[in-house]
Structure formats: C-alpha cells, structure tokens
C-alpha cells in the first residue's frame, strides 16, 4: 500500500455509507448489525436505496424509520421517478419527510423493461435525476439533494457532454452532491471531474468505492451498468472461488489502495457501497485513518 498514508489527516476524511433495504427477518438483522458497527465511524449520513417504480417503498421506509429509532445517524432516502407520476412521488417524499427525512438521493432509476431497455419518461413524471431533484427542492427548499454522476458515462448517454450536461441540470436544479457510480479506474475519475469543472460544476463529486464481496456479480453488474472491470482486479480474485477469508484480504487491499490513491489526489468525501456488510468497509475505513470502536471479537 502507499507509504503517504503514514501522513492521513482522519479529521479531514467524511464518509458515508449506502444499505438497500433487507428482503427479509435474517437481512434484517445483518443489515442492523453493520449499521451498528459502521456507525462509530460517524458518517456524514447512511443512504437507503429505493427500488425502481417504487418497488422497495415500504421497506425502504421502514429501514430509514428504524435507522432514526435506533441510531442518531442522518438518514439519507433514495427515491427514483421511473414509472410514476409527479404528484405520486411527491407523495413519497412528503411520506419521507414525516419520518425525519431531510435529504434526498434523486435518480431516475433504471429503465422499466431493465438495464439495456429503452427508458420511457412517465408522460405525467419527472424525466431524469435533474427535474426530480428540483421536484424535491419545490417541496422544501431546505431538503438536501444528491445525485448520480458517472465517471464512465451512464451507457444511455451517446457521449460525455451530453452526462456533464446534466449534470450541470442537477446542481442547477439545487442538487448539492453528486455521487458517482462505482469506478476501479481513478484516472477515470479524474478526468470525469476535470471535465466537470471545466463545464461550472462546482459541487463535490463523490466517489462511490464499491469493496467488491463477489467478484462473479461486480462484474456481471459492471458490464450492464457501463463500469469498466481492468483485467488486473479479475486476476487478483482467480482462484479464489472457494476462499472467502483470502478473497475479503484481497477485496480489503483492493478498495483500500484505490481510496489511498484517491486521497493523493485530493479527495476527502468517501460513499462506500456498503452491501449491508460491515467488515471490509469497517477495515477500509480504518486505514483511512478514521477510528471506529475496538471489539474483542474484532482482534481475535
Ligand atoms: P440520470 O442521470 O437522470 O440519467 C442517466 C442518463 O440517461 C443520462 O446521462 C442521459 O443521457 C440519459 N437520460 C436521462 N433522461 C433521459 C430521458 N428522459 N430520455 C432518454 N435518456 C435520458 N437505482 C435504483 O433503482 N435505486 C437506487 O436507490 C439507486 N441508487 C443509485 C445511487 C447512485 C449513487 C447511483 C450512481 C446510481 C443509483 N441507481 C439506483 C442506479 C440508477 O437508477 C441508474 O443508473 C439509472 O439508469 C439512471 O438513473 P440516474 O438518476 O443516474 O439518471
């Protein structure tokens, strides 16, 4: 790993983490048991990811409501616009609202036929992250919004100008964080936000670190989302199929170096895609210099 990072200032470092709410009793319990774990960390805020056309409303609710019982962590909801119209997820922000919601991940959401379908706006709904996040902003101008941003382009874009473009839309429309899809190319990354700020925009672009737990689905998942897989990550998890300690070492290594060589290159802000389990983030985060608490168990 990089020897700059004997010179981490933590106090500089913000993090946060993102869950998707569980489908059942066990997920449940996992999902609590990494919130609880993670939250030592003080994060900036844990998201909660919403299904497409509302699908996950009620558990994402739930899951948001039980984050604000239980922890004193912010709660961030995701909400996206495919297939429904303006007044109905309006209806699920204000829902949001009365649990102590009071910021928002505003995306469009995939395509309702899936990923690699044609996307069809509602005739009667928000078309795109950018009208959504000014939606939420109409209903309370104090709402905090964040949104996608993708250093590899979105695959529907036809080119990067167009992705900056609306980019640009989203902060226009009062969006005030863009957080991007998951990377392994920190050149990529840089250059996304070189062309971003040559293009005015000005919020933080936050990296979204994915610590990769099942190299198979990354990367089944990155072909259909646009991110590139470099020949090396899958190498390094060869042979690894029947090792789960040896392949959480070497996702650990994996995650820590590129947010080790983000921080040389400046970056502070962190949104780890958590996938409801703690330990490699819990580890990441450790080396980022942040300091969580110290469990028996932990050391054994
Ligand atoms: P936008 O940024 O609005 O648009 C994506 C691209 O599509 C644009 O670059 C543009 O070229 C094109 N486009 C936009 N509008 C139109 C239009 N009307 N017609 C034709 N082309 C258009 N998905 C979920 O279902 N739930 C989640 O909780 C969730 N959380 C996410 C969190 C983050 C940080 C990220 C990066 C993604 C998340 N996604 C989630 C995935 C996201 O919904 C998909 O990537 C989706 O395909 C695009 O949504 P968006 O808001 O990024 O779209």
Known sequence: LRRSNASLNANRINVSFEFFPPKNGDMETTLFESVTRLAPYHPDFVSVTYGAGGSTRGPTLNTVRRIHAETDLA???????VGSTREEVDAVVREFADVGVKHFVALRGDPQGGIGT??????????????LAAGIRAIDEDFEVSVSAYPEKHPESPDFATDIDLLKRKMDAGATRAIT????????????????????IY???????????????????????????????????DGLENDPETRALVATTIAAD?????????VHDFHFYTMNRAKLVYAICHMLGLRGENREEAAA
Do not use: S
């Open 75 to 81: 709660a961030a909801a995701h909400l996206t616009c």
């Open 118 to 131: 044609k996307y069809a706006p509602h005739p009667g709904g928000y078309a795109n992250g950018a009208e």
């Open 181 to 200: 899809q998951f990377f392994f190319d920190n050149d990529a990354y840089e250059r996304y936000v070189e062309r971003a700020r040559r293009a005015g």
């Open 203 to 237: 919020i933080p672009i936050v990296p979204g670190i994915l610590p990769i737990h099942n190299f198979g689905q990354v990367a089944k998942f990155a072909n259909m989302c646009g991110a590139d897989i470099p020949d090396w990550l899958g190498e390094r998890f």
């Open 258 to 266: 590129q947010v080790m060589d983000l921080v040389e290159r400046g």
